[in-house]
T-cell receptor, first 114, second 116 residues
Protein backbone atom coordinates (compact mmCIF):
# COMPACT_ATOMS: atom_id res chain seq x y z
CA UNK A 1 0.00 0.00 0.00
CA UNK A 2 0.91 3.65 -0.11
CA UNK A 3 3.23 4.95 2.57
CA UNK A 4 5.41 7.91 3.55
CA UNK A 5 8.73 7.74 5.38
CA UNK A 6 10.40 10.82 6.77
CA UNK A 7 13.52 11.36 8.78
CA UNK A 8 13.22 10.96 12.50
CA UNK A 9 13.59 13.93 14.74
CA UNK A 10 14.07 15.93 16.61
CA UNK A 11 16.19 18.15 14.42
CA UNK A 12 17.91 20.96 16.30
CA UNK A 13 19.41 23.86 14.38
CA UNK A 14 20.72 27.30 15.11
CA UNK A 15 18.99 30.31 13.63
CA UNK A 16 19.96 30.97 9.99
CA UNK A 17 21.12 27.38 9.46
CA UNK A 18 20.14 25.37 6.38
CA UNK A 19 17.31 22.89 6.83
CA UNK A 20 16.67 19.61 5.07
CA UNK A 21 14.01 17.15 6.15
CA UNK A 22 14.02 14.01 4.04
CA UNK A 23 10.84 12.38 2.82
CA UNK A 24 10.37 9.36 0.57
CA UNK A 25 7.16 7.72 -0.49
CA UNK A 26 5.76 4.51 -1.90
CA UNK A 27 2.71 4.78 -4.10
CA UNK A 28 0.99 3.26 -7.06
CA UNK A 29 -0.05 5.74 -9.68
CA UNK A 30 0.74 9.43 -9.46
CA UNK A 31 0.06 10.88 -6.04
CA UNK A 32 0.09 14.50 -5.01
CA UNK A 33 2.66 15.32 -2.34
CA UNK A 34 2.35 17.73 0.56
CA UNK A 35 4.20 19.22 3.47
CA UNK A 36 2.13 20.24 6.47
CA UNK A 37 3.33 22.11 9.57
CA UNK A 38 1.89 21.77 13.07
CA UNK A 39 2.64 24.36 15.73
CA UNK A 40 2.22 23.39 19.38
CA UNK A 41 -1.38 22.85 20.34
CA UNK A 42 -2.70 23.59 16.88
CA UNK A 43 -3.97 21.75 13.84
CA UNK A 44 -2.11 21.15 10.63
CA UNK A 45 -1.49 23.89 8.14
CA UNK A 46 -0.64 23.21 4.53
CA UNK A 47 2.89 24.48 3.88
CA UNK A 48 3.33 23.52 0.24
CA UNK A 49 2.36 20.92 -2.30
CA UNK A 50 3.31 19.46 -5.69
CA UNK A 51 1.01 17.55 -7.96
CA UNK A 52 3.28 16.01 -10.60
CA UNK A 53 6.86 14.98 -11.23
CA UNK A 54 9.45 17.79 -11.23
CA UNK A 55 6.99 20.28 -9.73
CA UNK A 56 8.49 22.48 -7.04
CA UNK A 57 6.27 23.63 -4.21
CA UNK A 58 7.35 26.69 -2.27
CA UNK A 59 6.04 28.89 0.53
CA UNK A 60 7.53 31.11 3.25
CA UNK A 61 11.07 30.27 2.15
CA UNK A 62 10.44 26.51 2.23
CA UNK A 63 10.60 24.46 -0.92
CA UNK A 64 10.37 20.84 -2.03
CA UNK A 65 10.67 19.19 -5.43
CA UNK A 66 8.64 16.15 -6.52
CA UNK A 67 11.26 13.62 -7.63
CA UNK A 68 9.63 10.62 -9.22
CA UNK A 69 12.91 8.87 -10.04
CA UNK A 70 13.92 8.80 -6.38
CA UNK A 71 10.35 8.85 -4.99
CA UNK A 72 11.32 11.75 -2.76
CA UNK A 73 9.95 15.12 -1.67
CA UNK A 74 12.59 16.58 0.63
CA UNK A 75 11.80 19.82 2.44
CA UNK A 76 14.44 22.56 2.42
CA UNK A 77 14.88 26.07 3.74
CA UNK A 78 17.97 28.16 3.32
CA UNK A 79 17.85 30.04 6.61
CA UNK A 80 15.61 28.92 9.46
CA UNK A 81 14.14 31.15 12.14
CA UNK A 82 13.11 30.45 15.71
CA UNK A 83 9.51 30.81 14.59
CA UNK A 84 9.96 27.78 12.30
CA UNK A 85 10.10 25.49 15.33
CA UNK A 86 7.25 23.04 14.81
CA UNK A 87 6.48 19.53 13.66
CA UNK A 88 6.62 18.95 9.91
CA UNK A 89 4.62 16.21 8.20
CA UNK A 90 5.20 14.87 4.73
CA UNK A 91 2.07 13.43 3.13
CA UNK A 92 0.65 12.02 -0.05
CA UNK A 93 -2.81 11.91 -1.52
CA UNK A 94 -3.44 9.15 -3.98
CA UNK A 95 -6.60 10.44 -5.57
CA UNK A 96 -7.98 6.99 -6.07
CA UNK A 97 -11.35 5.52 -5.36
CA UNK A 98 -10.67 6.14 -1.68
CA UNK A 99 -11.40 9.77 -2.27
CA UNK A 100 -8.05 11.44 -1.91
CA UNK A 101 -7.43 10.35 1.65
CA UNK A 102 -4.11 11.66 2.85
CA UNK A 103 -1.38 9.40 4.17
CA UNK A 104 1.04 11.04 6.58
CA UNK A 105 4.58 10.39 7.66
CA UNK A 106 5.31 10.20 11.36
CA UNK A 107 6.41 13.83 11.54
CA UNK A 108 9.75 15.50 12.22
CA UNK A 109 10.06 17.90 15.12
CA UNK A 110 12.27 20.91 14.43
CA UNK A 111 13.80 23.04 17.17
CA UNK A 112 15.50 26.27 16.13
CA UNK A 113 17.74 27.96 18.72
CA UNK A 114 18.38 31.69 18.78
CA UNK B 1 -14.42 32.73 5.06
CA UNK B 2 -14.34 30.69 8.23
CA UNK B 3 -12.05 27.70 8.27
CA UNK B 4 -12.84 24.20 9.44
CA UNK B 5 -14.33 24.34 12.92
CA UNK B 6 -14.18 21.65 15.52
CA UNK B 7 -15.69 21.50 18.95
CA UNK B 8 -15.04 20.99 21.66
CA UNK B 9 -11.33 21.78 21.53
CA UNK B 10 -10.73 19.74 24.66
CA UNK B 11 -12.85 16.91 26.00
CA UNK B 12 -12.38 14.91 29.17
CA UNK B 13 -14.27 11.66 29.67
CA UNK B 14 -14.16 8.82 32.16
CA UNK B 15 -13.80 5.26 30.98
CA UNK B 16 -17.11 3.90 29.71
CA UNK B 17 -18.61 7.27 28.78
CA UNK B 18 -19.41 8.45 25.27
CA UNK B 19 -17.46 11.11 23.38
CA UNK B 20 -19.03 13.15 20.59
CA UNK B 21 -16.76 15.25 18.43
CA UNK B 22 -18.14 17.77 15.96
CA UNK B 23 -16.72 19.15 12.76
CA UNK B 24 -18.12 21.91 10.55
CA UNK B 25 -16.36 21.94 7.19
CA UNK B 26 -15.41 25.07 5.32
CA UNK B 27 -18.24 26.73 3.46
CA UNK B 28 -18.83 25.02 0.16
CA UNK B 29 -16.92 21.87 1.12
CA UNK B 30 -18.84 18.63 0.89
CA UNK B 31 -16.07 16.17 1.74
CA UNK B 32 -15.04 15.48 5.33
CA UNK B 33 -12.19 13.37 6.65
CA UNK B 34 -11.41 12.34 10.21
CA UNK B 35 -7.89 11.57 11.44
CA UNK B 36 -6.49 10.49 14.78
CA UNK B 37 -3.13 11.56 16.13
CA UNK B 38 -1.68 9.65 19.02
CA UNK B 39 0.97 11.42 21.13
CA UNK B 40 4.24 11.87 19.26
CA UNK B 41 2.86 10.18 16.15
CA UNK B 42 1.58 11.21 12.74
CA UNK B 43 -2.04 11.38 11.71
CA UNK B 44 -3.84 8.19 10.83
CA UNK B 45 -6.82 8.23 8.49
CA UNK B 46 -10.07 7.05 10.03
CA UNK B 47 -13.01 7.81 7.77
CA UNK B 48 -14.06 9.78 4.70
CA UNK B 49 -17.60 11.05 4.33
CA UNK B 50 -19.69 13.02 1.93
CA UNK B 51 -23.10 14.37 2.80
CA UNK B 52 -25.20 11.49 4.13
CA UNK B 53 -22.70 8.90 2.91
CA UNK B 54 -19.72 7.08 4.32
CA UNK B 55 -17.30 6.62 1.42
CA UNK B 56 -14.32 4.98 3.11
CA UNK B 57 -14.17 3.82 6.71
CA UNK B 58 -11.16 1.56 6.34
CA UNK B 59 -9.34 3.32 9.17
CA UNK B 60 -12.12 3.13 11.73
CA UNK B 61 -11.92 0.61 14.57
CA UNK B 62 -14.61 -2.01 14.08
CA UNK B 63 -16.26 -1.43 17.42
CA UNK B 64 -17.32 1.61 19.44
CA UNK B 65 -16.50 4.16 16.71
CA UNK B 66 -18.99 5.64 14.28
CA UNK B 67 -19.21 8.71 12.09
CA UNK B 68 -21.90 10.59 10.26
CA UNK B 69 -22.27 13.66 8.08
CA UNK B 70 -25.96 14.51 7.88
CA UNK B 71 -27.61 16.61 5.25
CA UNK B 72 -27.84 19.46 7.72
CA UNK B 73 -25.38 20.19 10.49
CA UNK B 74 -21.85 19.17 11.33
CA UNK B 75 -20.11 15.87 10.93
CA UNK B 76 -20.04 13.84 14.14
CA UNK B 77 -17.44 11.33 15.27
CA UNK B 78 -18.84 9.25 18.11
CA UNK B 79 -16.83 7.03 20.41
CA UNK B 80 -18.86 4.83 22.72
CA UNK B 81 -17.58 3.33 25.97
CA UNK B 82 -14.28 5.17 25.76
CA UNK B 83 -11.08 3.57 27.01
CA UNK B 84 -7.78 5.19 27.95
CA UNK B 85 -6.28 4.17 24.61
CA UNK B 86 -8.76 6.47 22.87
CA UNK B 87 -6.94 9.48 24.31
CA UNK B 88 -5.63 11.35 21.29
CA UNK B 89 -6.12 14.41 19.15
CA UNK B 90 -8.84 13.98 16.56
CA UNK B 91 -8.60 16.15 13.49
CA UNK B 92 -11.20 16.85 10.89
CA UNK B 93 -10.38 18.03 7.39
CA UNK B 94 -12.56 19.15 4.53
CA UNK B 95 -12.15 19.61 0.82
CA UNK B 96 -14.27 20.90 -2.02
CA UNK B 97 -15.38 18.90 -4.96
CA UNK B 98 -12.39 19.16 -7.29
CA UNK B 99 -11.94 17.96 -10.80
CA UNK B 100 -8.21 18.52 -10.77
CA UNK B 101 -7.24 15.38 -8.96
CA UNK B 102 -5.09 17.06 -6.33
CA UNK B 103 -7.45 18.00 -3.57
CA UNK B 104 -5.96 19.94 -0.73
CA UNK B 105 -7.49 19.15 2.60
CA UNK B 106 -8.01 21.94 5.08
CA UNK B 107 -7.65 20.94 8.69
CA UNK B 108 -9.48 22.05 11.77
CA UNK B 109 -7.73 22.80 15.07
CA UNK B 110 -8.55 19.37 16.46
CA UNK B 111 -10.29 17.99 19.53
CA UNK B 112 -8.01 16.69 22.23
CA UNK B 113 -9.71 13.83 24.02
CA UNK B 114 -8.46 12.71 27.40
CA UNK B 115 -9.92 9.58 28.93
CA UNK B 116 -9.41 9.27 32.66
Amino acid sequence: GNSVTQMEGPVTLSEEAFLTINCTYTATGYPSLFWYVQYPGEGLQLLLKATKADDKGSNKGFEATYRKETTSFHLEKGSVQVSDSAVYFCALSDGGAGGFKTIFGAGTRLFVKA
Amino acid sequence: NAGVMQNPRHLVRRRGQEARLRCSPMKGHSHVYWYRQLPEEGLKFMVYLQKENIIDESGMPKERFSAEFPKEGPSILRIQQVVRGDSAAYFCASSPRSSQGSETQYFGPGTRLLVL
